[in-house]
């Protein structure tokens, strides 16, 4: 997959001149409250970028300093070659990038179409306003008032919003935030093909499944920092990670009797292991001299949620341990 | 692509007027807006045209008719509610629901939103002042002759006003309050530059002279009634007042929503 390749290209952050975002050292306090310490991270054109974390983790604040709407405290930050505080250099800036904010927000009693059109007309180079209304999945709707849809549809309608300068760069925070579980793999596809024509993409999620799906890359942040960084199937050493082989326990055997070591709970053991090619034949080598089933045998890894969770669940631990 | 090509002053201009149209598109779909834009100013001067019909010059009301004195006054009443009151409610809820956020997320340049809003302020005034001049003829108050220091006075007060309508909403945080600001603001400051009832004090009027309803009042009536043509201190206040709402509203305006 060249998916993964891509992902392996880790480059440090501030070194290349080529990269879509650059941000290194970022910086932001509110007051005595540090939302944001330190950050640093690249992005490359024509990849997928998704900015993962709980609630309050620092991602918003974060991608709004990126999107001009926060001053920083310290750090660089250059999105498209430009720093987004520059105000001189906003307008410029704004052309070459689309914005789907988390927040609903747009005129109640235009129609659809008249809301994208108006957009349409802020850029230098639109796209045709009937094709993006078509790609955000709105077509049928282009008479239809913009206070008569949908909370699904205006969030459609914000995508649109987004596509119809036809942008470089495409920020999306939590883009399928309250959608249903069709509408969401929509969004993905519509994500997907989007990446597809060029288009480089920075999310934030708080969704696995959402990082999983759709990024190339992905940063974990919590309390305010990157605590891991990597594709989606190494980030936090998941490809290095113990294998974990799961089975029923046979009737008539105890833990103890296995030839290898293991865990037993809730009627299936776990065996943890960096070998699992020759823990399994270990394993069924001594099943099969006995002529026994080894029912509900499975190998996996962490999830990427497991590993999420621990790492912003461990990072939580660390802050409450120097908080005291 | 690049920055050169397009800050074209055409390219400005096209952008400016596409920004009015969809104001102005904004402003008409929604009809009981539209409505009640209008139906204020309307309402107010047909009950002074009842009340005044007939009435003759009288000192109360500076050798004026009551007609003659009501249709400068509450033509004033209809530009100042349009453009400071209504423009800093709106602009306090747009902010508040993000919709400013999503402006400011675009290309559009600051200044193409605020002349699209002024522009559609002045349509509203001109609208307004219309209605209220054609009202007034029906109860036999003459046309004006001074058109030229009429829309002058017309334009500097709307962008006065305007400009002080985005620098209050630039002061208040919650869009709720808003409503309550404006008018806690605005209501004395009516009543003491002789909008409802003129004031024959000159103590008052010194003070409220210095202030931008009575200037404004002032500057309407001497071409509406009395044939005066340009009154140009009042016209000077006003500028005056219009800066300060421009300087305060650069300094302080927000475009993002505020903490809820």
């Known amino acids: 997959m060249t998916v993964l390749q891509r992902g392996q290209l880790k480059t440090a952050p501030g070194s290349p001149a080529g990269s879509a975002v650059v941000v290194a050292g970022l910086s932001k306090s509110y007051g005595p409250v540090r939302a944001v310490g330190g950050v640093s991270f690249t992005v490359e054109h024509g990849e997928i970028f998704a900015l993962l974390g709980p609630n309050g983790a620092g991602k918003t604040t974060t991608l709004e300093i990126l999107e001009g709407f926060r001053t920083r405290d310290a750090g660089l930050v250059e999105v498209l070659g430009t720093d987004p505080g520059d105000r001189a250099a906003g307008r410029a800036l704004r052309e070459r990038i689309g914005l789907v904010l988390q927040d609903i927000a747009v005129e109640p009693y235009l129609t659809v179409r008249e809301t994208v059109a108006r957009n349409a007309g802020y850029y230098p180079c639109p796209r045709d306003v009937g094709e993006v209304i078509g790609v955000a999945g709105l077509a049928g709707q282009e008479r239809t008032k913009v206070r008569n849809l949908s909370g699904g549809q205006k969030r459609r309608l914000d995508l649109a919003l987004g596509l119809i300068g036809n942008p470089e760069l495409l920020f999306l925070d939590e883009p399928t935030t309250g959608f249903d579980p069709n509408a969401r793999h929509e969004a993905w596809d519509a994500v997907r093909a989007l990446r597809g024509s060029g288009t480089t993409i920075m999310l934030s999620t708080h969704y696995m499944d959402e990082a999983q799906a759709l990024a190339d890359r992905v940063a974990v942040i919590s309390g305010g920092q990157i605590v891991a960084e990597g594709t989606p199937s190494t980030v936090g050493g998941r490809d290095h990670a113990r294998a974990r082989i799961h089975f029923a326990l046979p009737a008539g055997y105890a833990a103890a009797d296995l030839p290898v070591h293991g865990a037993a709970g809730d009627g299936l053991v776990t065996v943890q292991s960096t070998e699992p090619t020759q823990t399994l034949h270990q394993l069924t080598g001594w099943a099969l001299q006995r002529g026994i089933v080894l029912d509900q045998l499975t190998v996996d890894r962490p999830s990427l949620e497991e590993v999420y969770l621990r790492l912003t669940g461990h990072d939580r631990q660390v802050m409450e341990r120097s908080a005291r | ?260």
């Open chain 2, 1 to 260: 692509m690049s920055v050169a090509t397009h800050p074209a002053a055409h390219h400005d201009a096209a952008l400016l007027w596409h920004q009015i149209r969809y104001e102005q598109l904004s402003f008409w779909r929604n009809p009981q807006s539209a409505f009640f834009t209008f139906a204020f100013p309307v309402v107010i001067i047909t009950i002074f045209g009842l009340l005044f019909r007939s009435g003759s010059g009288s000192s109360y009301f500076y050798g004026l008719t009551a007609l003659q004195y009501y249709v400068p006054t509450i033509a004033a009443l209809s530009v100042v509610g349009s453009c400071y009151s209504q423009l800093a409610i709106v602009l306090a809820q747009r902010r508040q629901d993000g919709i400013l956020k999503r402006v400011r997320a675009t290309p559009l340049p600051a200044w193409a939103y605020f002349l699209g809003l002024l522009a559609h302020c002045i349509m509203v005034s001109v609208v307004d002042v219309a209605l209220i001049v054609g009202i007034g003829s029906i109860f036999g108050m003459p046309l004006p002759t001074h058109w030229a220091a009429i829309a002058v006075t017309l334009v500097l007060g709307a962008a006065s006003f305007c400009t002080l309508g985005v620098a209050v909403a630039s002061l208040i945080r919650n869009s709720e309050a808003a409503p309550a600001v404006v008018q806690l603001v605005l209501f004395p400051l009516l009543f003491i530059s002789g909008t409802y009832l003129p004031i024959h004090s000159a103590a008052l009027n010194r003070i409220a002279g210095a202030l931008p309803v009575r200037p404004f009042n002032q500057a309407l009536l001497g071409p509406f009634a009395q044939h005066t043509g340009f009154e140009w201190k009042d016209l000077g206040v006003l500028l005056a007042w219009g800066a300060v709402g421009a300087l305060v509203a650069i300094r302080r305006f927000r475009w993002n929503p505020g903490p809820r």
